[in-house]
């Protein structure tokens, strides 16, 4: 009787996570989608006669529409729900997974390859913005914990990726190259996993309308004064824009803005940086910038730690410890401690951002949640999106040691204006 009940326990837990499990596979998948595109690119441009400039374009038409897709998915799940947006986002990617998957006639294969990537792209550009939603309000007491697990494993899915192209353009039966086992075949088992996975998805998470998850419990929307704005598209945008009037959440988007344009500014250049400011071997670099993403595990920590000891001090601590890795690689030298610095700048901004997800996800008011986390991404995207052209820029000009020393500022700026929300929010 006592395994009997220790068993149905077991299988009691496991069931109130399934949501988050299956949320973070389909965030996983997105990630290794996109990810597997880069390593792709040789098998690509021999197979299809292109240039590399041709295959960069295809590659930014993805990642735009990827991040045109943030404030009208959000919105989106304000009006329907969350779980038909993640289902609905599920299917496109394996439509377009599907489309790269089927060989074409030659004279098809280019446009077919941009069609598939724009359709991973929408796909995909629906999922986060909506998930870190839906799991707030699934899990409120353990929301960070349950961003850091969705942030861990959609980091891992980037890790996965080249492994995989590698596998697969390589393989070999007994010395013969396998000609059904090529990048065809990577995106048809993409295109399976996407489609069991929304099946699976929409099966088991609750349906927000019924239970009123989106709401405040009790099956209304929470916020009937907001009905007229909500089918006035005026109105409705009138409603996001007026969440930055407030002075805690504006101060707050303009720290993670400041940290978005350091993070993905470090991350286009660090390799560069290390072997022409830091002077280390290409090797080095490399084995540097990979670790870099494999401390990404430590957002398991920062998110359960914040569910404990409260949001903005662990905000505060990890951009704290980016802040002074990055400092720390301006200033030294030798492998191991410009090691320890990409370490400590790695750590703090892979800790900083399940924490800053959990921090807009409980702010924000439910009726406006999705739309609202969809505008401020989109504000991250393109801070992100514009940073390497800067590094690059400032690089070219002055130097590597200056360009970082701007991403620097960036970090600085962000830490204050932390410390102002902590202000603030007394």
């Known amino acids: 009787m006592g395994a009997g009940s220790t068993t149905k326990r077991g299988l009691s837990a496991l069931a109130e996570y399934d949501v988050l499990a299956l949320t973070a596979l389909i965030w996983f998948l997105a990630k290794f989608l996109r990810y597997a595109f880069p390593p792709l690119f040789p098998a690509f441009r021999d197979a299809l006669g292109v240039s590399s400039s041709v295959l960069g374009v295809a590659f930014t038409a993805m990642l735009t529409v990827y991040a045109a897709m943030q404030f009208p998915s959000g919105a989106l799940a304000d009006q329907i729900g969350a779980r038909r947006v993640i289902v609905a986002g599920a299917l496109v990617t394996g439509l377009g997974a599907l489309v790269l998957a089927v060989p074409v006639p030659e004279a098809l294969a280019l446009g077919a390859l941009g069609g598939g990537m724009l359709l991973v792209g929408l796909g995909t550009g629906v999922h986060k913005t909506v998930a870190v939603r839906l799991l707030s309000r699934l899990y409120p007491g ?25 596998a697969v353009t390589g393989a070999t039966l007994a010395g013969v190259a396998v000609p059904w086992l090529d990048w065809h075949a990577l995106f048809l088992a993409g295109a399976v ?44 945008l009138r409603r996001y824009a007026a969440l930055f009037r407030e002075p805690a959440f504006a101060v707050f988007v303009l720290a993670t803005v400041c940290f978005s344009f350091a993070y993905n500014g470090a991350v286009a250049f660090l390799p560069l940086y290390l072997t022409d400011a830091a002077g280390l071997p290409e090797t080095t670099a490399s084995l540097l910038y990979s670790g870099l993403f494999a401390v990404s595990l430590v957002q398991l920590v920062t998110g359960d730690l914040s ?20 400092l720390a690689l301006l200033s030294v030298s ?26 807009l996800a ?16 989109t504000l991250l995207m393109g801070a992100g999106a514009f940073a390497p052209a800067v590094v690059g820029g400032v690089a070219d000009a002055t130097g590597f040691g200056a360009a970082f020393g701007v991403l620097a500022a960036a970090l600085v700026a962000a830490l204050g204006l932390t410390g102002v929300v902590a202000v603030v929010d007394r």
């Open 307 to 326: 569910d404990r000891v409260g949001r903005l001090p662990v905000i505060a601590a990890t951009l704290a410890l980016a802040t002074g890795g990055m």
């Open 362 to 377: 409980a702010v924000l008011p439910e009726s406006s949640a999705g739309g609202g986390l969809g505008a401020v991404r």
């Open 193 to 236: 996993a996407a489609g069991g996975l929304a099946l699976l998805f929409g099966r088991c998470a609750p349906d927000p309308e019924a239970t009123g998850l989106d709401a405040g419990g009790d099956g209304t929307d929470g916020d009937t004064d907001d009905t007229d704005d909500e089918m006035d598209g005026t109105g409705g």
């Open 142 to 166: 353990r929301t960070g914990r349950a961003l850091g697990v969705l942030d861990t494993l959609g980091a891992f899915g980037g890790v996965a990726a080249p492994a995989v192209v590698v």
């Open 334 to 359: 030798g492998v191991v401690a410009v090691g320890a610095a990409v370490v400590a700048f790695g750590l703090g901004s892979h800790g900083f951002r399940p924490v800053r997800g959990a921090y």
